[in-house]
């Protein structure tokens, strides 16, 4: 069982690496669309987030519905049959959206740029990206124990009780983590942000 969750954060480092180089490919191949004409992370949304003055309390429960909406959602379909494709779909998706960002980013200010994508998801990532990864994981694992025929069924079938706790206390420890990242998230961050968006 601990081979097979190495197994898993291999998959789920292959499936984010793929789509975030899609990403970077999409963005590179429709320069005009994304560059030229595309409005993300352009002058003026620079200027509305240098202006901006979000208030902690609205911004925290934005976030904290928006971060426990995804990790029951995975949950949830990771137990059923669906849930494996839905869950390798959805890493595939976070590696793309990173890529369109990163790549925006670094075409429209170079260095600054990075600093830009460092400062956006700084200091909650610290605690969120490990969150996700484990969520990932989680959620493969209670897929595969569900629906594999081998070594899964026979040790979910084996030590069910045993796993039903093992898996509650992980995913309960995931959504303390993810709580935690939305409040560094909310209080924190924007402040970080606002002083990186002094050199643009």
């Not at 690496?17 to 990403?23: N, S």
């Not at 609205?58 to 959602?73: A, N, P, S």
């Not at 209670?142 to 069910?160: D, F, Q, T």
């Amino acid at each position: 069982m601990q081979q097979s969750s190495i197994k898993n954060s291999y998959y789920v480092i292959y499936l984010f690496t793929i789509g975030l180089f899609l990403g970077i490919l999409i963005v590179n191949l429709g320069y005009d669309a994304w560059i030229r004409d595309g409005s993300l992370l352009g002058a003026d949304m620079i200027v509305r987030l240098k202006n901006s003055v979000p208030d902690g309390n609205g911004l925290f429960g934005y976030v904290i519905k928006h971060r426990l909406f995804t990790v029951c959602m995975l949950g949830l379909l990771s137990t059923t049959i669906i849930g494996l494709p839905i869950v390798c779909g959805y890493i595939c998706y976070a590696g793309l959206a990173a890529g369109c960002l990163l790549s925006v980013s670094v075409i429209r200010y170079g260095i600054r740029g990075l600093l830009l994508v460092a400062a956006g998801i700084l200091p909650q990532g610290i605690l969120l990206i490990p969150a996700y990864i484990a969520l990932f994981i989680w959620a493969v694992s209670v897929n595969r124990m569900l629906y594999s025929r081998n070594p899964y069924k026979e040790h979910y079938l084996r030590y069910s009780r045993q796993i039903y706790v093992k898996k509650g206390v992980q995913i309960v420890g995931i959504v303390a983590v993810v709580i935690m990242g939305c409040l560094l998230e909310s209080y924190v961050n924007p402040k970080m942000l606002h002083f990186i968006l002094k050199i643009f």
